[in-house]
């Protein structure tokens, strides 16, 4: 189960990086490099948060309050990795935040894209 849930996560992050790339081409084709740097970055914030849940909940083994551990704990350190990450484009990272917010929307989608597509 382990490894059929590492793919899935793979599948999904992939996914959410396909539909930032769909994003950042359009800032790039309108506002420039930096716009869609920004983009890119929002998407990779969302995409590795993912990642990070993923890695947290298939640590655990599967009985029932081993998975529900993982699920919290994966949840809680996704949240601080997401609010972290995008406070630091914000602040230090020079990203333009409108393509930084529509970036993270973006992969957002693609994670509910993925949900219709993988099974």
């Known amino acids: 189960m382990r490894v059929r849930g590492k793919r899935l996560a793979l599948k999904f992050a992939a996914t959410q990086l396909a539909c930032t790339g769909l994003a950042a081409l359009v800032f790039l084709m309108l506002s420039g490099w930096n716009a869609a740097r920004s983009a890119v970055a929002g ?12 890695w947290r909940l298939f640590a655990t083994d599967w009985p029932a309050a081993s998975a529900a551990r993982g699920f919290f704990a994966g949840e809680v350190l996704k949240w601080i990795w997401v609010v972290g ?4 484009a914000l602040t230090r990272g020079g990203m333009e935040p409108l393509p930084l917010l529509i970036g993270l929307v973006a992969s957002q989608c693609g994670f509910w894209v993925a949900m219709g597509i993988f099974k």
């Open 85 to 88: 990450a995008f406070a630091l």
């Open 43 to 54: 998407g990779l914030i969302i995409a590795l948060g993912t990642l990070v849940f993923a």
